[in-house]
């Protein structure tokens, strides 16, 4: 899917993690225990995809990634820094993490282009972002990354006008304009159609081909075979099934999902 | 779907207690309302026999008042002028201060707490004064003249707008913002680069309903000596002058037909 020298990847960063979770344990009290010790780490420009029914503790997963969660027991690095051991921490690794979120989350009355370059506002001196007056190269890099998710002919249209599946994917062009990385998605295409879903899935793909890291929740088992490097899989909180996507046959992922004799739709 | 299992007539219906709690309340409640209205007729001391008596003086004032007056007209136009710029002024000022005031006053956007309350204090008490009673305020310390009128329009708008806008930021969906947060983004560019364009729409079409507002109500501030139309009215009436009255009753009904016709035709373009 992704072509080959892009994953190659320079051997001082294949060596770093670029996200480490160690025995991370989060509870809800009085009952509900949402991580229960659950460890993993993330390669440079790895495809991961986290599986699991509803309640599994996806989300909280991604919380506890994203530092919107404080764990109650393990460690969380992304980037090489230990988000939980100081704000200072959590703001640094947070300029290299990008959120893709189920609801797109683009500025309806902006354009594309203008959204993709939310992703550069950090950087931008504050008096250009007031006045919306980016730098050439800023807007060149917006399109190149808005050319990576294959929209760069919609630039200029207003995100509001853009169906489901292309709003999500100006999020991702977005992410990589911030030049994150790592893009953490939570349920990128829970609310799109089959047909969206996968333009969405395949222009993940793409910012992975560009050296980004991904790690996504999806609910459907078939996208994740198709397009994740690896497969993390939760079942109450605990990793039932972690491994490379080829080599789970779609059964073994299936049982994830049965629950008392009942099938969520995968 | 349920499968038809009884006959009609024979479903058991939901028991209805006749003194519930809730029909007890209701009961009170419209006992107090029935008191609060008859106090309210006596303390505004409504007497329709009055009115009856009143009307023929008012008809035959109507009678005198035509034709209208058009010998002052061009100075009449003058004060019509002033009215609409005393609005335009005053409301333009008054959004240039409730900009800031609207950001603080907005519950999430807002820098702090500490100054969010009493933000919401202050805006609460200028626009729970009315444009009328400041203009009475400022004539006493600047002196007659449409400028006082500009000061008591502007003081009121200024409350009244922060605080439509406020709420105005308060409704917007919270996505765009966290997302443009969380890219590392400060406050200031978050609110000037991914706020503003949401709520700008319905932050000029407030603005424009004020100025039409205040059009209309600086028609009158003139009786508290603000300038504009509203003091050509009540010398007329002070001096029984009814043509006089009648043109700049007429000219007072054009110019806020005209004023709201293209405010509203605005506020529609923004949509």
Same mark, same amino acid.
């Given at each position: 899917?992704?072509?080959?020298?892009?994953?190659?990847v320079?051997?001082?960063r294949?060596?770093?993690?670029? +996200?480490? $979770?160690?025995?991370l344990t989060?509870r809800?009290?009085?009952?509900?225990?949402?991580? +229960?010790?659950v460890?993993?780490?993330?390669?440079?420009?790895e495809? $991961?995809?986290? !599986?699991?029914?509803s309640?599994?503790?996806k989300?909280?997963?991604?919380?506890? !990634?994203?530092?919107?969660?404080?764990p109650?027991?393990?460690?969380?690095?992304?980037? &090489?820094?230990?988000?939980?051991?100081s704000?200072?921490?959590?703001?640094?690794?947070?300029?290299?993490?990008?959120?893709i979120f189920?609801?797109f989350n683009?500025i309806?009355?902006?354009?594309?282009?203008?959204?993709?370059l939310?992703?550069?506002?950090?950087?931008?001196p504050?008096?250009?972002?007031?006045?919306?007056r980016?730098?050439?190269?800023?807007?060149?890099l917006?399109l190149?990354c808005?050319?990576?998710?294959?929209? $760069?002919?919609?630039?200029g249209?207003? %995100?509001?006008?853009?169906? &489901?599946?292309?709003?999500?994917?100006?999020?991702? %062009?977005?992410a990589?304009?911030q030049? %994150?990385?790592?893009?953490?998605?939570?349920?990128?295409?829970?609310?799109?159609d089959?047909?969206s879903?996968?333009?969405?899935?395949a222009?993940?793909r793409?910012a992975?081909?560009?050296?980004?890291?991904?790690?996504?929740s999806?609910?459907?088992?078939? !996208?994740a075979? +198709?397009?994740?490097?690896?497969?993390?899989?939760?079942?109450? &909180?605990?990793?039932?099934?972690d491994? @490379? @996507?080829?080599?789970?046959d779609?059964?073994t992922?299936?049982?994830?999902?049965?629950?008392?004799?009942?099938?969520?739709?995968a | 779907?349920?499968?038809?299992a *009884?006959?009609?007539?024979?479903?058991?219906?939901?028991?209805?207690?006749? #003194?519930?709690? *809730? *029909?007890?309340r209701?009961?009170?409640?419209?006992?107090?309302?029935?008191?609060?209205?008859?106090?309210?007729?006596?303390?505004?001391?409504?007497?329709?026999g009055?009115?009856?008596?009143g009307l023929?003086?008012m008809?035959? #004032?109507?009678a005198?008042?035509?034709?209208?007056?058009t010998?002052? /007209?061009?100075?009449?136009?003058?004060?019509?002028?002033?009215?609409?710029?005393?609005a335009?002024?005053?409301?333009?000022?008054a959004?240039?201060l409730?900009?800031?005031?609207?950001?603080?006053?907005?519950r999430?956007v807002?820098?702090?707490?500490a100054?969010?309350y009493?933000?919401?204090?202050?805006?609460?008490? /200028?626009?729970?004064v009315?444009?009328?009673?400041?203009a009475?305020?400022?004539?006493?310390a600047?002196?007659l003249?449409?400028?006082?009128?500009?000061l008591?329009?502007?003081?009121?708008?200024?409350?009244?707008?922060?605080?439509? #806008?406020?709420?105005? =930021?308060?409704? =917007?969906p919270?996505g765009?913002?966290?997302?443009a947060?969380?890219?590392?983004?400060?406050?200031v560019?978050? =609110?000037a680069?991914?706020l503003l364009?949401?709520?700008?729409?319905?932050?000029?079409?407030?603005g /424009?309903?004020?100025?039409?507002?205040?059009?209309?109500?600086?028609?009158?501030?003139?009786?508290?000596?603000?300038?504009? =139309?509203?003091q050509?009215l009540?010398?007329?009436m002070?001096? /029984?002058l009814?043509?006089?009255?009648?043109?700049?009753?007429?000219?007072?009904?054009?110019?806020?037909?005209?004023?709201d016709?293209?405010?509203? #035709?605005?506020?529609r373009?923004?949509?």
């Amino acid at each position: 899917m992704a072509t080959t020298e892009a994953r190659i990847v320079p051997a001082s960063r294949s060596l770093e993690p670029v +996200a480490r $979770v160690e025995r991370l344990t989060k509870r809800y009290p009085p009952a509900v225990t949402a991580l +229960a010790d659950v460890s993993f780490t993330v390669r440079p420009g790895e495809f $991961v995809a986290v !599986l699991g029914p509803s309640g599994a503790g996806k989300t909280t997963l991604f919380r506890c !990634l994203t530092g919107l969660t404080r764990p109650d027991a393990g460690t969380v690095s992304v980037v &090489g820094r230990d988000i939980w051991r100081s704000p200072r921490e959590l703001r640094s690794a947070r300029r290299q993490l990008a959120l893709i979120f189920q609801q797109f989350n683009l500025i309806r009355r902006l354009s594309a282009l203008e959204n993709v370059l939310v992703g550069r506002l950090a950087d931008v001196p504050t008096w250009r972002v007031v006045l919306r007056r980016f730098t050439r190269s800023d807007r060149q890099l917006a399109l190149g990354c808005l050319d990576t998710v294959g929209l $760069v002919d919609r630039a200029g249209t207003r %995100a509001d006008e853009l169906s &489901g599946g292309q709003q999500q994917r100006v999020a991702i %062009a977005r992410a990589l304009a911030q030049d %994150a990385k790592i893009i953490l998605a939570d349920e990128p295409v829970a609310s799109l159609d089959p047909e969206s879903s996968a333009t969405v899935l395949a222009s993940l793909r793409s910012a992975v081909s560009t050296g980004v890291t991904v790690v996504a929740s999806l609910h459907q088992v078939h !996208l994740a075979r +198709a397009y994740a490097d690896r497969i993390v899989a939760l079942r109450d &909180g605990r990793i039932v099934e972690d491994a @490379a @996507a080829s080599r789970l046959d779609a059964r073994t992922i299936e049982q994830i999902y049965e629950k008392n004799g009942e099938r969520s739709e995968a | 779907m349920a499968t038809v299992a *009884r006959r009609a007539g024979e479903y058991p219906e939901p028991v209805v207690t006749w #003194w519930s709690g *809730r *029909r007890l309340r209701f009961v009170v409640v419209l006992v107090l309302l029935g008191a609060f209205y008859s106090a309210s007729w006596h303390l505004a001391k409504v007497d329709p026999g009055r009115l009856l008596t009143g009307l023929p003086k008012m008809a035959g #004032w109507a009678a005198k008042a035509w034709p209208p007056a058009t010998d002052e /007209l061009p100075i009449l136009l003058l004060r019509t002028a002033e009215t609409i710029a005393m609005a335009a002024i005053g409301t333009t000022a008054a959004a240039l201060l409730a900009l800031p005031l609207c950001v603080i006053a907005a519950r999430n956007v807002t820098p702090s707490l500490a100054l969010y309350y009493p933000a919401r204090w202050f805006l609460n008490a /200028l626009r729970g004064v009315d444009s009328f009673v400041f203009a009475l305020l400022f004539v006493a310390a600047v002196g007659l003249g449409p400028f006082a009128g500009v000061l008591g329009i502007a003081f009121h708008t200024w409350g009244s707008t922060a605080k439509l #806008w406020a709420e105005a =930021i308060e409704n =917007i969906p919270p996505g765009p913002l966290e997302a443009a947060a969380a890219t590392g983004a400060s406050r200031v560019k978050v =609110i000037a680069y991914a706020l503003l364009p949401d709520v700008a729409p319905s932050m000029v079409s407030v603005g /424009l309903f004020w100025w039409e507002f205040n059009v209309r109500a600086s028609t009158v501030l003139g009786v508290v000596g603000a300038g504009g =139309i509203g003091q050509e009215l009540k010398n007329s009436m002070d001096l /029984l002058l009814f043509p006089r009255l009648l043109t700049i009753i007429l000219l007072i009904l054009v110019t806020v037909t005209v004023i709201d016709h293209t405010s509203e #035709w605005l506020r529609r373009k923004l949509e």
